[in-house]
């Protein structure tokens, strides 16, 4: 039976990073891990309460400090859907206290990295060799480590190479995760598992390919290939020959992420060819491939200033294949006629399940009101020609709107989910792009060409 992780202090390029040199994979295993920082997070709220019933100061936010760092350090040591739930709440930044947010924006850069033994065994199960015969030029220290895999430095005939090694066990991990956690969700929510099959469906298949590098290769050589004509992207080359499900080799980009990038104090000239590329990248997957790379977080772009502001894209683990009726709701959802005309908007809402045919007129009404608040404020910026995504105000309503939705007493007594499934990584891709324009303050020309 595996045992929970082994932790050793980190040497090389991942300054501070601890190393992993075991993962726990096994139900029992993952279950034990949840169990004990349980624990110590429940042990942090009693001397929390003893303190101020003793009357001592003790700061919520310094709870939240300590309860953060306890679960991010567990979720960092299990690597798979754990950790990359915590990546993707990290993006939702008006979701959670600034504690949690702060401490689990990490999994969006970096996270404690397989040892180098652990490292080797991969490669010898996948290769039959060390990365040290496959391979020129090998750095056995990671220089990324993210939930599903890590990055490593390598050289082959003289070219600088991104190697990605897969976590062992991590796609057993992912189902186990599932399992492990639903249960107990259904009865917390109060939720029928009927009701629910088909958005954990398609988060568990979605998670599933990201943990199949030989598709991930596929797709990231076809949408380069259709995306080369757009400006200011850059895109790696994958290598077949030093690639299997396990371990994926492609072209070393360089750049820098999102927050050393913006500490160079870029001009806005840069920040808007850089907004512009982005948006402009999304917006051709979405409208012409029907196809988007649905992992828009800082850690999978590499910002450079050159030629006015060039953007390299990494990772297309996480691809969202869109169905025709899916794209033709979602686009017409965002539209100003939609919004125009409640008998339209009420339509598109049925097909999009959010409003049902037993629902009661007061039931119907709110769902209206509240999806055409939404969807005004949310698609505002594809009903104009240009958007400057650095408008505090904008972002300000923004964070409003979804702090007044989580307070309707409708919304937080409902037992049942609506929408369609589909929607969960559109939202997450669209989610994920503003983020990133709102960070750089890009003005963007918004407008379908």
């Known amino acids: 039976m595996e045992e929970t992780p082994g932790v050793e202090p980190a040497a090389g390029n991942l300054t501070g990073s601890r190393i992993l040199v075991s993962l726990p994979t096994t139900k029992v295993a993952r279950a034990a891990r949840f169990a004990k920082t349980g624990l110590k997070v429940g042990a942090n709220y009693v001397k929390h309460y003893a303190k101020r019933a003793a009357g001592v100061t003790s700061e919520t936010d310094d ?63 996948a290769f ?38 897969q976590y062992p066990g991590v796609a057993d991990s992912i189902r186990s995760d599932i399992r492990l ?87 806005q000239e840069i920040r808007n060819q850089l907004g ?19 992992d828009p977080h800082p850690g999978n772009f590499l910002l450079r200033a050159d030629a006015g502001g060039t953007v390299g894209v990494l990772d297309f683990g996480c691809v969202k294949e869109i169905p025709a009726d899916v794209y033709e ?31 009661a007129p007061t039931r119907r009404a709110f769902y209206i009101n509240t999806m055409q608040a939404s969807l005004e404020l ?25 702090d007044d939705l989580m307070q309707q007493p409708e919304l937080r007594q409902q037992r049942e989910p609506r929408g369609s499934e589909h929607f969960i990584y559109l939202n997450r891709t669209y989610v994920g792009l503003y983020a990133l324009l709102t960070e750089l303050r890009a003005v963007v020309r918004t407008e379908r060409k």
């Open 128 to 165: 039959g060799r060390s990365p040290f015969e496959v391979f020129d030029e090998f750095d056995i220290n990671a220089r990324q480590a993210a939930s599903i895999g890590q990055v490593h430095f390598a050289r082959k005939d003289g070219k600088a190479l991104a190697v990605k090694v």
């Open 378 to 402: 949310v698609g505002r910026p594809f009903r104009q020609h240009t958007f400057d995504f650095g408008d505090p105000a904008y972002m300000t309503a923004l964070y409003a709107l979804g």
């Open 276 to 294: 512009q590329a982005l948006w402009d990248f999304y917006a051709f997957q979405m409208h012409t491939l029907h196809r988007v790379h649905a």
């Open 329 to 359: 709701l979602f686009t017409a959802l965002l539209t100003a006629e939609a919004l125009a005309d409640e008998t339209r908007l009420a339509d598109l809402l049925t097909q999009a399940d959010v409003l049902r045919p037993d629902d």
């Open 63 to 125: 709870l939240h400090a300590a309860n953060a760092a306890e679960l991010y350090g567990t979720l960092s040591e299990m690597k798979g859907s754990v950790l990359k739930v915590a990546q993707m709440l990290a993006m939702e930044k008006n979701m959670l206290p600034t504690a949690y947010a702060d401490q689990f924006a990490q999994a969006q850069y970096q996270s404690p990295p397989l040892s180098g033994p652990l490292v080797t065994k991969v490669f010898r199960e």
């Open 181 to 267: 956690v639903k249960p107990i969700a259904l009865r917390v929510m109060g939720l029928d598992e009927a009701q629910v099959r088909p958005y954990l469906e398609e988060v568990e298949t979605r998670l599933l390919e990201e943990t199949n590098y030989a598709l991930e290769l596929q797709r990231g050589t076809e949408i380069a290939a259709q995306c080369a004509h757009l400006a200011h992207l850059e895109f790696a080359r994958y290598y077949p020959e030093y690639s299997t499900n396990r371990v994926l080799t492609m072209d070393w980009l360089t750049g820098q992420h999102l927050k050393e990038f913006l500490a160079t104090s870029p001009t």
